[in-house]
């Protein structure tokens, strides 16, 4: 099943949240568009900051017509691998583009452009400042080897923080503001529980297109207390469970249960001394009162170690 956001091109224009429902099948979209006038680019190469947000000091665009706007990366992006295509995919709620031009209305996360090398200011690394040229996008800003989007209609707001979207192709990732390490900077996050097949499991909850829904978390056999093993592609189809600070907890869970650990991509939460992750490859199902994650991901092999839902 899928959810996401789906595109108004009336300038000024933001819709709510609009679903269909037929039989099983889920057609549903939120219309969060930012809708921008002009471009990012400065002749001198686009100005990345800092600024202070209620989950810490983030990526913020110092310069141009949206100076002060946050800046986001999807966990699916890798290299010249992008999650975030530059071309319209057809989806169950109809044709949809996840990134184009900063000031593309029709892109639904467009992203930051540059026509010069791009300038950190305060609290940013030049050192991690880059860029990768897109057909359909220019010049985009990297930091960390992150390409950087916008999504927000307006400076200082961060709506776009923690968006999951695991079940629209290609997308296939957990959205998260950029800490300026160049790690992701998550909200705190909570650990509760659902129910996958009339089991009790760990489970997060996530925004998606359709509001919140319990996502489950998964263990990973080859990790150690204390390590993850899941790197590189692995990490980008299990995202790890990041936290900023020490997560809360539901569903009469123990905080003495809980643990983080410091990764490349942020901190990630750990249950009983084991990492946790969500999979970018969730299903989502219709119940009697919404919809439900599936669990499609236990048991799946990955380099010889396997995934699976934990008990609580």
Not at 283 to 304: E, K
Request: hydrophobic content about 35%; glycine content about 16%.
């Amino acid at each position: 099943m899928n959810t996401h956001f789906g595109s108004d091109q009336s300038p000024g224009v933001r819709p709510g949240l609009r679903g269909i429902v037929a039989g099983a099948a889920l057609v549903v979209s939120l219309a969060s568009v930012p809708v921008f006038a002009g471009t990012a680019s400065a002749a001198t190469g686009t100005v990345i900051t800092t600024s202070p947000t209620a989950f810490g000091r983030a990526l913020v665009v110092g310069s141009g017509p949206y100076a002060g706007f946050s800046l986001y990366f999807i966990t699916s992006d890798h290299g010249r691998t992008f999650g975030c295509t530059s071309k319209p995919v057809v989806t169950p709620v109809g044709t949809l583009l996840c990134t184009g031009p900063s000031n593309d209305t029709n892109a639904e996360w467009p992203a930051i452009t540059t026509t010069g090398t791009p300038i950190a200011g305060s609290g940013a690394s030049q050192q991690l400042l880059g860029t990768v040229w897109r057909a359909g996008v220019g010049d985009q800003v990297t930091y960390a080897g992150h390409p950087l989007y916008l999504f927000d209609q307006g400076p200082g707001e961060v709506t776009g923080e923690g968006w999951d979207e695991p079940s629209l192709p290609p997308w296939h990732g957990v959205w998260n503001l950029m800490a300026p390490s160049g790690r992701a900077l998550p909200w705190a996050g909570t650990l509760t529980t659902t129910k996958i097949g009339g089991t009790k499991v760990l489970a997060t909850p996530m925004f998606t297109g359709i509001g919140w829904i319990d996502f489950p978390v998964y263990s990973y056999t080859k990790d150690t207390p204390g390590h993850s093993a899941c790197t590189g592609a692995c990490a980008r189809a299990w995202p790890g469970m990041l936290t900023s600070g020490t997560p809360g907890v539901s569903g009469g869970l123990s905080p003495a249960n809980l643990g983080t650990l410091h990764t490349p991509n942020g901190t990630q939460v750990r249950y009983d001394g084991n990492p946790l992750y969500l999979f970018a490859f969730e299903g989502l199902a219709p119940t009697a009162t919404g919809f439900a994650a599936t669990g499609n991901g236990n048991g799946i092999s990955v380099n010889g170690g396997i995934f699976t839902l934990v008990t609580p």
